[in-house]
């Protein structure tokens, strides 16, 4: 294999996660701070309304949001507010400047999702969100969680994913990989020049991922993204356990994406194949 989408290293120091861990979704710092609303957070709230980059609609940016906003910035996790980088059905995700000077993205979900019968069926079966209702509120709350824990795990995986940094109510900080001017190309966009090296990064991050309980559950050309000869697995928000009830499903859908892909690129590999690659280790949820 050349260095060419090369492998991260796996963090052997990190603790485990626990699969049964359930994740809090109740009332958060930022509907408090946006029902207390004080003249600090109503004068941040104008200026942000006022600012360009977010001449939006109310459905993205409602009061609570404007109060996660604010403490994530008073928190010193976001330093200045940059233009959006995509609009999409469930999120926003705009570029801004991180606590440390370094470039980072915050993604905007919408408390109206339009996908919210697909988070929900994602959720379902997850022990890590027994108990959600279906209020639509609450399953976007979890949804955000889940993906940044979904991204936490992975990343003590091995998996080449963008960083998390910080969660508050329906809003993600993580890693910009790649700068807007100079964005990073999914791998549909890309000429792969080298598919067979590219290939075995994919499938050894799936066996990763599984071996950390996770299956990605939307995998495709689309959610993987080239940077600087890097490698880097996103849209980690439907990733879901290995003890989903659907799980075997979409893994065996993940394998034909992405064996479907590779076999367009010229190799000779087959979907049952990676499948039993991809789950010839014993799935670990406690790491």
């Not at 994406?257 to 979907?271: I, P």
């Amino acid at each position: 294999m050349t260095d060419e989408f090369g492998l991260v290293d796996t963090d052997v120091t990190a603790p485990p996660g626990d699969e049964w861990e359930q994740i809090d979704v109740t009332d958060t710092d930022a509907d408090r701070i946006a029902r207390k609303r004080d003249r600090e957070f109503e004068e941040f709230q104008e200026r942000i309304k006022d600012a360009d980059q977010f001449k939006v609609e109310q459905s993205v940016f409602d009061d609570a949001t404007f109060g996660a906003l604010y403490k994530l910035v008073g928190d010193g996790y976001i330093d200045a507010f940059g233009g959006p980088i995509s609009t999409g059905k469930e999120a926003n995700v705009y570029e801004a400047l991180g606590g440390e000077g370094e470039e980072v993205a915050v993604k905007v979900y919408r408390i109206n999702a339009s996908a919210f019968k697909q988070m929900r069926d994602y959720l379902e079966g997850d022990p890590r969100f027994e108990g959600i209702s279906n209020d639509k509120g609450q399953v976007v709350l979890a949804w955000v969680r889940k993906e940044y824990a979904n991204l936490e795990r992975a990343q003590r995986a091995g998996v080449r994913v963008p960083t998390p940094i910080a969660v508050e109510r329906n809003v993600l900080v993580m890693e910009l990989v790649g700068l807007v001017e100079d964005r990073a190309r999914r791998l549909s966009e890309v000429e792969v020049e080298n598919p067979e090296t590219a290939y075995e990064v994919v499938r050894e991050y799936m066996r990763r991922l599984y071996s950390a309980g996770l299956i990605h559950g939307d995998l495709s050309e689309y959610n993987m993204i080239i940077h600087e000869g890097e490698l880097v697995i996103i849209d980690l928000g439907q990733a879901v356990t290995v003890h989903h009830p659907n799980s075997d499903d979409f893994l065996d859908r993940d394998c034909k994406n992405v064996a479907s892909f590779f076999r367009r690129q010229g190799l000779e590999v087959t979907d049952d194949e990676l499948y039993e690659f991809v789950t010839a280790v014993e799935a670990d949820p406690s790491r």
